[in-house]
């Protein structure tokens, strides 16, 4: 993993005076507890730190970008821009993914678990690049990957959850009010994975699963979003 720290300073655009603080935003939890001999911090604490400056830096943008929105508005972009699914893509589109250190069970995870993990690990490198290189620097990072979303996001309501998106899409373009129901349970009682459908009248658009049903109406919704190519 060393020789690879360059290229993850390669992706990100910033090259670290203190590699161990690098390697410390990398770093998750599990990792940490599952090699006791590895003398650091999980990134935890880094990402406390991230997340504080992102939202400053994001906030100080938006108000400047949108000078006749309201305040309730402005929250509801900033919302879009520093959620789970929007650091998670673009922690994806740096590859970090394939940079982090986790135990052997939380490197086999996928789907919403790891956009977790993802989102985390890339407030925790905003919270290194500005204990590293100060403000100016974390915000020519935050500048360059995640700001650039902001148009999409503002023009797509991002900001909203899937369901909500799908609801309002089809209730303007359809006049139909999305239902959903649970088409299958599986699994022990302490983890179960729902399936449900997401239904336009008697119409099936889309299903999506999840550990509950909430996450799993989220998966159908946005599956349905793409399915109707709204």
Avoid: C
Wanted: proline share 2%; hydrophobic share 35%; aromatic share 8%.
């Amino acid at each position: 993993m060393e020789e690879n720290l360059s290229k993850i300073e390669e992706n990100i655009g910033i090259i670290f005076n203190n590699k161990e603080l690098l390697k410390v935003a990398l770093t998750h939890r599990s990792f940490i507890n599952e090699n006791r001999d590895v003398n650091r911090p999980h990134n935890e604490r880094l990402e406390f730190l991230g997340d504080a400056v992102l939202e400053l830096i994001t906030t100080r943008f938006l108000f400047d970008k949108y000078p006749d929105v309201t305040e309730g508005d402005l929250t509801s972009y900033r919302t879009g821009l520093v959620n789970t699914y929007t650091l998670a893509r673009v922690a994806q589109d740096l590859n970090v993914n394939n940079f982090l250190y986790l135990s052997k069970g939380e490197s086999k995870d996928t789907g919403r678990a790891r956009q977790f993990i993802l989102a985390n690990a890339l407030e925790a490198v905003i919270g290194a690049i500005y204990l590293d290189q100060g403000y100016d620097k974390a915000e020519e990072f935050i500048s360059n990957k995640i700001l650039p979303l902001t148009d999409e996001i503002v023009e797509n309501k991002l900001w909203q959850d899937a369901k909500s998106r799908f609801q309002e899409m089809a209730q303007e373009k359809e006049s139909v009010t999305p239902s959903y129901e649970i088409l299958n349970t599986e699994g022990p009682d302490h983890q179960k994975v729902f399936t449900v459908g997401v239904f336009l009248g008697d119409e099936k658009i889309a299903e999506g699963a999840g550990e509950s049903k909430q996450e799993a109406e989220q998966m159908a919704a946005e599956k349905a979003i793409k399915a109707k190519g709204w």
